[in-house]
């Protein structure tokens, strides 16, 4: 079976020779081993309700996901995000071990509901206060703040009014924005708006495996729009007041499949990617796209002006990378509650090697991402805000070895190299994620971190990968030999 990428139909593969511009300036260091730019931004990331714990204090609001978490059989062994790792109380101790580590940037996400406990209404300043400590906190240690306004975490409040399926939460979303901008605005360069609006939207709302949990396509297209609408008007209104970068963060995959596939391989990308890509990067959506969405609940929900909005200048784009998406044309095939509009269309198990997610593991993914989004989306800085992989990790003698996961981000970061020295504009990694958390309908079973999390404890034990990431930053590079066999 040959194996082919594609972003558009009929359009060339992306290659590394056809996307090379002179933008790559990466090195061989000494004795050949691949170092990055300048000043590439390493660091790592995590996300508020998958860490904070402390739902209820200090003036928190209710979010989607604590009523969700709580919803029978809905997250694994009915965990909740209540205490997570403790976080909130225990910021110092992990903003130390970060420092320790030598992360140049954190990425952590600010929860909606601390800010605003109703999702509109008054500031909570307590909310507000939090987030003023760890932003001290980190820059006293050198550390870049990079907070994510969005992560999952709508208030409660809002989706008994309609959720992301509602306009009206785009706007409260962007008055939310500018508080936390009003607080920590003198001490962030870069704002990102959202995580991953594909999730949000088509897990949240199509097929409900995410908060709050419902099932309609009609339902995850308007969210996707909302979404999209709240992160231009927050973009906008950023950029007002002064904000220096701004980003999105999406969730990006290569989509490959045989050569018959190329309408299966066509649909599932439009819907993944450049349904989230064109309109904030081009100001239009893609006419496959659009006509899928008009087959499930119409278009009424998009405006005119809405993409001027939507399209807004931006700095950086956020991506989160993880493994492609395998697909084959399979007639008869249901579509997949995920992907409306995917009839015919089978999602294929993969073949390779995986991670404790079942998640193929796919470094050339990476590089033919990063290669395709330079070509398509010339314009905008490309950020790695999430990549890493969860594994069956064990505490041993106090210490916790993890050779795949080593693998699985030296890997990698050889790709990213790759496309680096092919002309990708990719300024900093980010990896996924800094402690074990909360990993959403898996509960506490998925371990993600390079910093293992002893739940019953709160122990935290940096993994060998920990050790390993110290000393690729450190040497601004990787190491002579590829870390896959080990
Ligand atoms: C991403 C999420 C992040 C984490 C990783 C594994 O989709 O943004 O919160 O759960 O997956």
Request: glycine share 12%; net charge negative.
């Amino acid at each position: 079976m040959s194996a082919t990428t594609t972003a558009h139909p009929g359009e060339p593969p992306v290659t590394a020779a056809s996307a090379r511009t002179t933008r790559g300036e990466t090195d061989e260091g000494p004795g050949g081993r691949p170092a990055f730019p300048d000043g590439f931004v390493w660091g790592a990331a995590t996300a508020a309700y998958q860490i904070e714990g402390a739902w209820d204090e200090d003036g928190r609001g209710c979010s989607i996901w604590d009523s969700f978490s709580r919803v029978p059989g809905k997250v694994a062994d009915g965990h909740t995000g209540d205490v997570a790792c403790d976080h909130y109380h225990r910021y110092s101790e992990d903003v130390r071990l970060m420092a320790g580590l030598g992360l140049a940037a954190y990425r952590f996400s600010v929860a909606w509901p601390r800010v605003r406990p109703t999702g509109s209404g008054p500031v909570n300043p307590h909310g507000l206060d939090f987030y003023d400590r760890l932003v001290d906190d980190l820059l006293a240690h050198g550390i870049a703040p990079y907070p994510t306004l969005y992560h999952w975490d709508l208030p409660q409040a809002l989706e008994d009014c309609g959720g992301w399926t509602s306009r009206d939460v785009a706007y409260r979303f962007a008055d939310y924005a500018v508080a936390v901008h009003d607080r920590l605005g003198d001490r962030i360069r870069t704002w990102t708006t959202l995580n991953e609006p594909w999730v949000a939207a088509f897990l949240g709302y199509g097929s409900g495996v995410h908060a709050p949990g419902r099932q309609s396509p009609a339902a995850a297209f308007r969210a996707a729009h909302h979404l999209l609408l709240g992160h231009g008007l927050a973009a906008s209104a950023l950029r007002t007041a002064g904000a220096a970068e701004i980003a999105l963060t999406l969730n990006l995959a290569p989509v490959i499949g045989p050569g018959d596939a190329a309408p299966a391989i066509a649909t599932v990308d439009g819907l993944l990617n450049r349904q989230f890509l064109d309109p904030a990067l081009r100001g239009s959506y893609p006419g496959d796209v659009l006509e899928i969405a008009a087959r499930h609940g119409g278009l009424d929900h998009i405006r005119d002006g809405d993409l001027e909005i939507i399209r807004q200048p931006l700095e950086l784009l956020g991506i989160n990378y993880y493994n492609p998406s395998f697909v084959s044309s399979a007639p008869g095939e249901p579509a997949n509650p995920a992907f409306p509009g995917t009839e015919g269309v089978r999602f294929d198990p993969p073949a390779g090697p995986t991670t404790a997610m079942d998640w193929p593991i796919d470094p050339a993914g990476l590089e033919s991402l990063l290669l395709r989004l330079s070509r398509d989306y010339p314009e905008v800085g490309l950020l790695v805000t999430e990549n890493g992989a969860a594994f069956d990790d064990v505490v041993q003698d106090g210490r916790v070895s993890d050779p795949e996961r080593v693998g699985y981000l030296d890997a990698h970061l050889r790709a990213a190299h790759a496309a680096i020295s092919a002309g990708a504009d990719l300024r900093g990694y980010l990896v996924w994620s800094l402690l074990d958390n909360f990993e959403w309908a898996y509960g506490y079973h998925k371990r993600f971190g390079i910093v293992y999390v002893d739940f019953a404890t709160q122990r935290r034990i940096p993994k060998e990968s920990a050790l390993w990431y110290r000393e690729v930053i450190g040497r601004n590079g990787l190491s002579y030999g590829s870390q896959g066999d080990r």
